[in-house]
DNA sequence: AACTATATACGAAGATATTCGTAGTTGTCA
DNA sequence: TGACAACTACGAATATCTTCGTATATAGTT
């Protein structure tokens, strides 16, 4: 008896996610008035997305008060490599090298950005390097 | 009056992109048979898919023979490249950094591939250090 | 010429995603 | 307490995605 796996979000399901990571716990109200600047939409659409996302189990809340408080059920950094993974899969024949490239490619990489990753790949190649032995 | 960028491919057509790119311009039967070995569908399916892709322009057919022949309208890297800006700013905020992280942790890399991507990332910072000069 | 195999076109069903209006409930405060 | 503001629940309209059946056309074969 094992728990479905959280289903990919949905574009607007994602802009709530990213909210609720950015401010944590929230009422509607909070979410709504962040993702309404920049994308106008009705108070009840938030709040419907909100309640398909808590069936979906995407988000969890707390009814305890009257303003329900939500919460995102996955950490940031997992629903990303989720969303990474399959897009490896769907677009990358599962080729992490290509995607890695693409991102790169895709857009201007701070230098420090770029020490940090060079680091993380040396860090990798040691530990391969460590595991070979 | 400039032309309209292709939309973003939904799950079954970029199915139906990567086996045009693996292929080349093929006919719907063709895309029909590489498709169903993995998930099996009817051939109207495909057919009717491929009719929706043309019209919006991700990609494009030959129908001077009767079975007409189909080709992408962008090249593979160029569609990848969209889809990891798009998701880049749909669930990272921009930051290329980040997504680079988490595609090197969400799949184990060979050696080589890293190798390859500790050189692109080497090449990036040699031509950071001449554009400051 | 009739039959068969293989095409395309098209409509439509069913699922999912997104949007919002309306109804009803609850807390606040003058 | 009565009016108002803010909240949830719910139904439904609209759009998009995916699937397939049916109608029709065309080429090849006997």
Redesign the interface.
């Known amino acids: 008896m094992r728990k479905k796996p959280a289903p990919r979000p949905t ?1 607007a399901e ?2 709530i996610l ?1 909210v609720l990571w950015k401010l944590g716990a929230s009422t509607v109200r909070e979410v709504h008035e962040v993702l309404n600047k920049t994308r106008p939409t009705g108070y009840t659409t938030a709040l419907k997305l909100m309640q398909i996302m808590h069936e979906k189990g995407l988000i969890s809340r707390d009814e305890s008060a009257r303003a329900h408080v939500y919460r995102t059920s996955l950490p940031e ?1 997992q ?3 989720s ?3 399959d ?2 899969d ?18 201007k ?1 701070s ?1 420090e ?6 680091q ?3 860090e ?2 040691a530990k ?1 390097r460590e595991d070979s032995k």
């Open positions: 574009d994602l802009a990213r950094g629903t990303q490599q969303l990474v993974r897009l490896l769907r677009a990358f024949g599962g080729s992490a090298q290509q995607l890695v490239m693409r991102a790169l490619q895709a857009k990489t230098p950005e770029l020490a940090e990753i060079r993380l790949i040396e990798l190649e391969n």
